[in-house]
């Protein structure tokens, strides 16, 4: 990973009014535990957590190439199975997103199932390049592969192909004791880039860029 990121010894930040987190060992250790409505989440007790497309923001964007074409794609993200859960005072997020009214822009004549993410961990990270100081890196919690995504179409350049969307994604958040009923996540190139993620479809590099918002 990146030089320039730090990591802290959490797992995503989804930070709202009444939910927050303690520290709870020193600053150097940077080890943090989930608080909900003012009261340590219980060891081992798992919390619930959804996400919806942030309102009057365009829906997320995949763009890369697959076997020499150009792809590009949007859909509309929400959350599927997630969940915080405090272990050994970590604070941990793991669950899918689920990627629903796929239009392909790129290439013509082509359409996309919809299509959901394998189960992932968030890890935050400090960023000190960000605006916010802090990103989220998504890695699988299995292997390497983050989605698979299939096109169709008679006239589709890659009709019938399924492409592998594999490796780690980054989402630029709010900053640490920030603390609002909606926490946007801000996935974007500067994130992707200064983390350190990588993300590709298939064999070639890919950028997923929108805003998804959690909330409880």
């Not at 998504?138 to 399924?162: D, H, K, R």
Request: with cysteine.
């Amino acid at each position: 990973m990146s030089s320039v990121k730090r990591t802290v010894r959490l797992l995503v930040l989804t930070a709202l009014a009444c939910v927050g987190m303690a520290t709870v060992a020193s600053a150097a250790q940077a080890e943090a535990t989930w608080v909900v409505k003012g009261e340590v989440l219980p060891e081992g007790k798992e919390y619930p957590l959804t996400c919806t497309q942030a309102l009057q923001e365009q829906p997320m964007q995949l763009t890369s190439s697959v076997l020499g074409a150009e792809v590009k794609l949007t859909a509309e993200v929400e959350c599927e199975e997630w969940k915080i859960v405090n272990l050994a005072h970590h604070a941990y997020s793991t669950g899918r997103f689920t990627f629903n009214n796929v239009v392909v822009d790129k290439p013509v004549n082509c359409e996309a199932l919809d299509f959901a993410t394998k189960a992932l961990t968030g890890e935050a990270v400090e960023v000190p390049t960000l605006p916010t100081g802090l990103a989220v890196h998504y890695v699988p919690v299995v292997g390497t592969t983050v989605a698979e995504l299939e096109f169709l179409g008679a006239e589709c350049a890659l009709e019938g192909v399924v492409a592998p969307l594999s490796g780690t994604v980054a989402a630029e958040v709010e900053p640490l004791n920030v603390f609002k009923e909606i926490q946007p996540y801000r996935f974007n190139s500067t994130a992707q880039t200064d983390t350190g993620s990588a993300l590709k479809l298939g064999k070639s590099a890919a950028l997923l860029t929108g805003v998804v918002d959690f909330h409880f």
